[in-house]
């Protein structure tokens, strides 16, 4: 069975930084591409970063320069480096796995989904 945990959310002002954590397990962590996904609140999911089974990433245009998502498969864990946070960063932030097809920041892309961790960034 595979489980998704997202951890490292918090709150934090307007130039902080964050890491967040996605620990997963009940499968091979190495084989699946991931990406970080996040819920504003009232707005739809959108696509954040994500790293191909290959290793290549892929950000969305509001937050190159700015995150960068990595992966250790020796402790198979997901991470998301955040950077000079801003108050449009405040939002539900998901870990997905298993890319089945389509593009790599399309949430419909993904099988399996943890359960959030929030962010808060306030001016």
């Known amino acids: 069975q595979v489980q998704l945990v997202e951890s490292g959310g918090g709150s934090v002002q307007a130039g902080g930084s964050l890491r967040l954590s996605c620990a997963a397990s009940g499968y091979t962590f190495s084989r699946y591409s991931m990406a970080w996904f996040r819920q504003p609140p009232g707005k739809e999911r959108e696509g954040v970063a994500a790293?191909?089974?290959?290793?290549?990433?892929g950000y969305a245009d509001s937050v190159k320069g700015r995150f960068t998502i990595s992966k250790e498969n020796a402790n198979n864990t997901l991470y998301l480096q955040m950077n000079i946070l801003a108050p449009e960063d405040t939002a539900m932030y998901y870990c997905a796995a298993h890319l089945r097809g389509g593009g790599l920041l399309d949430s419909g892309s993904y099988s399996y989904w943890g359960q959030g961790t929030q962010v808060t960034v306030s001016s």
């Open positions: 790293i191909a089974s290959t290793g290549s990433t």
